[in-house]
């Protein structure tokens, strides 16, 4: 091996040595100037967790710590405006998937985890499994899983789970039939109710509110409205006024 060849080598080693050590928020492509980034990654133990967010024991998270979390996609008109807003902030998110629609997009659900945010489930068909015959809503459960995850990550096999039941109603039975799948169940604590539809500034002024009185948690918004996409920006932007921090969210 040549001289200028093992110094080569040693510049290589050394730059990739830097990257590892970089935060993946300032590795991130695109990134724009004063970008919101992400502080740091919370793990769950799907093993010891039940669940987390409201009716949960605390996370532990510190004043100013935002979970965001993305419910209903993906969609084409929406989900890939929203990803590329993240990116822009270098932001990395939770979305929870809808099966049927997971199947309809695979495309964009596997879009959504190579920009690197964490996948749940948020069931197959979106209906309120609390007023289901249990094997009718726990089968619905697992076909949302393996909808979700075949889209996503191109086969299902057994792995740690995040899942959100439709409007966060569920029962104990069906809860324990997450958890023999591996799952962590996860509820908000933070809505500024983007899913009524409502023009984006009255929302985000809705949101002002929310984060007047809870200074920290979990933050539900839904990647299938196209007014999300205008209020996307509008929380990021107040985020930063309150020197708020996003904190990534997995499972394990």
Same mark, same amino acid.
């Given at each position: 091996?040549?001289?200028?060849?093992?110094?080569?080598? &040693?510049? &290589?080693?050394? &730059?990739?040595?830097?990257?590892?050590?970089?935060?993946?928020?300032?590795?991130?492509?695109?990134?724009?100037?004063?970008?919101?980034?992400? !502080?740091?990654?919370?793990?769950?133990? !799907?093993?010891?967790?039940?669940?987390?967010?409201?009716?949960?024991?605390?996370?532990?998270?510190?004043?100013?710590?935002?979970?965001?979390?993305?419910?209903?996609?993906?969609?084409?008109?929406? =989900?890939?405006?929203?990803?590329? =807003?993240?990116? %822009?902030?270098?932001?990395?998110?939770?979305?929870?998937?809808?099966?049927?629609?997971?199947?309809?997009?695979?495309?964009?659900?596997?879009?959504?985890?190579?920009?690197?945010?964490?996948?749940?489930?948020?069931?197959?068909?979106?209906?309120?499994?609390?007023?289901?015959?249990?094997?009718?809503?726990?089968?619905?459960?697992?076909?949302?899983?393996?909808?979700?995850?075949?889209?996503?990550?191109?086969?299902?096999?057994?792995?740690?789970?995040?899942?959100?039941?439709?409007?966060?109603? !569920? =029962?104990?039975?069906?809860?324990?039939?997450?958890?023999?799948?591996?799952?962590?169940?996860?509820?908000?604590?933070?809505?500024?109710?983007?899913? +009524?539809?409502?023009?984006?500034?009255?929302?985000?002024?809705?949101?002002? %509110?929310?984060?007047? +009185?809870?200074?920290?948690?979990?933050? @539900? @918004?839904?990647?299938?409205?196209?007014? =999300? /996409?205008? @209020? @996307?920006?509008?929380?990021?932007?107040?985020?930063?006024?309150?020197?708020?921090?996003? /904190?990534?969210?997995?499972?394990?």
């Amino acid at each position: 091996m040549t001289r200028d060849a093992v110094r080569f080598l &040693l510049k &290589l080693s050394i &730059l990739l040595t830097v990257l590892a050590l970089v935060p993946w928020s300032a590795q991130a492509r695109d990134c724009k100037a004063g970008a919101l980034g992400t !502080s740091r990654t919370l793990k769950i133990n !799907s093993a010891t967790t039940v669940g987390i967010g409201q009716g949960y024991p605390p996370l532990g998270l510190a004043r100013g710590e935002i979970i965001l979390t993305f419910d209903d996609g993906p969609l084409p008109e929406t =989900t890939p405006r929203i990803l590329d =807003t993240l990116a %822009q902030d270098c932001i990395r998110a939770t979305f929870f998937m809808i099966g049927k629609r997971a199947e309809a997009h695979p495309e964009i659900a596997a879009q959504v985890r190579q920009a690197g945010h964490s996948i749940g489930s948020h069931s197959y068909s979106h209906r309120e499994l609390k007023e289901l015959p249990y094997d009718e809503a726990a089968e619905d459960i697992r076909r949302g899983y393996e909808a979700v995850e075949k889209a996503v990550f191109g086969s299902v096999v057994d792995r740690p789970r995040l899942f959100r039941f439709p409007e966060f109603k !569920s =029962t104990p039975a069906l809860i324990d039939f997450v958890r023999t799948h591996h799952g962590t169940v996860v509820n908000t604590t933070i809505s500024p109710e983007d899913w +009524r539809g409502d023009p984006a500034r009255i929302t985000f002024d809705r949101l002002r %509110q929310r984060f007047d +009185r809870i200074d920290r948690g979990i933050v @539900l @918004l839904h990647d299938k409205q196209p007014e =999300t /996409v205008k @209020l @996307l920006p509008m929380v990021i932007a107040e985020m930063k006024a309150r020197k708020m921090r996003i /904190v990534h969210l997995e499972i394990e």
